[in-house]
Every structure is written in structure tokens, then in C-alpha cells.
């Protein structure tokens, strides 16, 4: 594998479940983020993660969870969410520390909430 | 980080070069001026990145004018695998120890035959 991978690739789940998405960088980097993209609006960022360290979280509800149990490895545990949190979650990830901020994304988790 | 005016969306004939532009009239010194692209349903994919001289890779070029106020993506030869929104991004690192990327809408780029 190379890359940003990210697992599943489509979900559906419905209010009252309790899901993970998974997000795995094979570069060897040391910053990982997710976005939110909701149709026909802007990726939006949830959190990032630098040094395995939460360095944002962006007023992100708390039915939102992130877990970064190491540099390659990043989670969004999600519970009891509502039907506006269907979007498209891209997990990326990038090499921090040299100035600028080429950031490699995933494909993304295709989440409905029904 | 400084905002970023796209147009919200473009034509190309296939293999006539695109050129897209964007506006950083707010770009400060040292923020750099990013590209990417997002084809449909897909990942942004990076394409290139610079600071004040004119950059070229396997991709693209991006000309960035003196003052720094504003840019240019060049795809070259524009395929049809081109068609995608493109995203002009401004950003810095300031006294973060990670990449603060804002997206805005971007500008449609559809490549024709």
C-alpha cells in the first residue's frame, strides 16, 4: 500500500450506532488531519494531529472522536450522529517542520446517517 | 491566512494549456501559495507550491506576479482527466508546527474535447 488509505470507503450507518473510520499513512509523516466536506461546501477542518499530539480541534461536536495511536495510524470514532454528519470524511497527512505544507489525502469515507 | 478569489469556474479545449488564476491581495511574506486539485468524489490531490519564484513540475507551473498579490496555475496540455475544481490556498505555518490549509469553493475547470 501506498499513500493515505482509508477504510471503509462508503457507510452507512443509522442515529443511535456506533462506528470507527480508519485512516493509515504509508509516508512516513508526522501531522495527520480530517476534513469534513458536506455537499457543495468547502472541506471544513475537524482536527489535526502533529507528533501524535492533538493540536486542533475545531469546535467539532463531541460525538466526534479522534484517536491517533501513532504517527501512521488515525481514527474518527463516531456515536450517535445526526443526519447532517452524511458527508465525505478525507483523512491526510503531511511532513511537518520544513516550512511548507504538502498535505496527501486519502480517499476519502463516503458516511450517510440515516 | 490570507484569502484567495478564484473564478468559480472555467472551460479548456483538450490539449490547449489552462490557465487558472487566483488572488492573495492579503498574502503575507511568508506564506506560501498552494494548488490542489479535487476530482469528483475523490481526495484533493497537491499539485504545487511556492513561495515567490515561478515553479515547475511533472504537473504544472504556477507563476506567482511580483508583488505576490496574485497567481497562475499552467496545465500545459490540458487532458480531459484535467477536469476537476482546483483550489488556490494560502498558507503558513506562523507559530504552529503544522499545515493550516483553508479551502474555499475553488473554480471548476472542465476540460472539453
Known amino acids: 500500500e501506498t499513500g493515505v488509505t482509508q477504510t471503509p470507503r462508503h457507510l452507512v450507518m443509522g442515529m443511535t450506532n456506533k462506528k470507527s473510520l480508519k485512516c493509515e499513512q504509508h509516508l512516513g509523516h508526522n501531522a495527520m488531519y480530517w476534513y469534513k466536506q458536506s455537499a457543495k461546501k468547502p472541506l471544513e477542518l475537524m482536527f489535526v494531529y502533529s507528533l501524535e499530539e492533538r493540536v486542533e480541534n475545531n469546535s467539532v461536536p463531541s460525538r466526534f472522536s479522534p484517536e491517533c495511536p501513532n504517527s501512521s495510524h488515525l481514527f474518527l470514532h463516531l456515536h450517535t450522529l445526526q443526519p447532517e454528519d452524511s458527508a465525505l470524511y478525507l483523512c491526510?497527512?503531511?511532513?511537518?517542520?520544513?516550512?511548507?505544507?504538502?498535505?496527501?489525502f486519502g480517499p476519502g469515507t463516503r458516511l450517510t446517517v440515516t | 491566512d490570507a484569502k484567495t478569489t478564484q473564478p468559480p469556474s472555467m472551460d479548456c479545449a483538450e490539449g490547449r494549456a489552462a490557465n487558472l488564476p487566483c488572488n492573495h491581495s492579503t498574502i503575507s511574506g511568508n506564506e506560501y501559495v498552494y494548488w490542489y486539485r479535487q476530482i469528483h468524489s475523490q481526495g484533493p490531490q497537491y499539485i504545487i507550491h511556492g513561495l515567490k519564484n515561478n515553479e515547475t513540475n511533472e504537473m504544472a507551473s504556477l507563476i506567482i506576479t511580483e508583488d505576490r498579490k496574485s497567481s497562475t496555475l499552467i496545465l500545459p496540455h490540458a487532458t480531459l482527466r484535467d477536469t476537476a475544481v482546483y483550489y488556490c490556498i494560502v498558507g503558513s505555518a506562523g507559530g504552529t508546527s503544522y499545515g493550516k490549509l483553508t479551502f474555499g469553493q475553488g473554480t471548476i475547470l472542465t476540460v472539453h474535447p
Open positions: 491526510a497527512s503531511s511532513q511537518e517542520g520544513r516550512g511548507s505544507h504538502e498535505q496527501y
